[in-house]
C-alpha cells in the first residue's frame, strides 16, 4: 500500500517517455492540420498573386524607365564612364587631383611645423 504522506507525483520512466511520445505526435498532428488548413492555402494564393503584381508592376516601372528621357540619359552616362574607365582617363584624372590634394596638405603642415620667420628672426639683409 502507499504512503498518503508520499505525493503521487512519481512517474515510472515508461510514462514519461509515453508523455513525450504524445506530445511529438500532437504537434506533428497540430502542424500538419494548420498546413493542410483552408486558410492557409487561401493566404499561400493571396500572397502569390501579390508577388507576381509585385514582379509584374517592377517590370513595368523598369521599361518606363528605361524608356525615358533620364534613363537614356543614364544609359549614356553609364557608357561614358565605362569608356572613361577603360581609357585610363578617370584614372589619370583621380590621380592628379589627389597628387593636388596632397601636395595642398603638405604645404599647410609645414606652414604649421616650421618655424616661423618673422621681421626680427629671419635672415639679416645688408643695406
Do not use: C, Y
Not at 493542410?36 to 509584374?56: D, H, V, Y
Not at 543614364?74 to 577603360?86: C, G, N
Not at 595642398?104 to 628672426?121: A, H, R, Y
Amino acid at each position: 500500500m502507499t504512503d498518503p504522506s508520499q505525493p503521487n507525483s512519481q512517474v515510472p520512466p515508461d510514462d514519461l517517455g509515453d508523455e513525450f511520445r504524445n506530445l511529438g505526435n500532437n504537434l506533428k498532428n497540430f502542424f500538419q492540420t494548420a498546413w493542410e488548413s483552408a486558410e492557409r492555402k487561401k493566404l499561400q494564393q493571396e500572397i502569390e498573386a501579390g508577388l507576381n503584381e509585385l514582379g509584374k508592376s517592377m517590370n513595368q516601372a523598369v521599361t518606363e524607365i528605361k524608356d525615358s528621357p533620364a534613363g537614356q540619359q543614364f544609359k549614356e552616362d553609364a557608357r561614358d564612364l565605362h569608356d572613361r574607365m577603360r581609357s585610363g582617363e578617370l584614372e589619370s584624372k583621380a590621380r592628379s587631383e589627389l597628387l593636388s590634394v596632397l601636395h595642398q596638405i603638405n604645404e599647410e603642415l609645414q606652414k604649421v611645423v616650421s618655424p616661423k620667420t618673422g621681421p626680427s628672426s629671419g635672415p639679416k639683409q645688408d643695406d
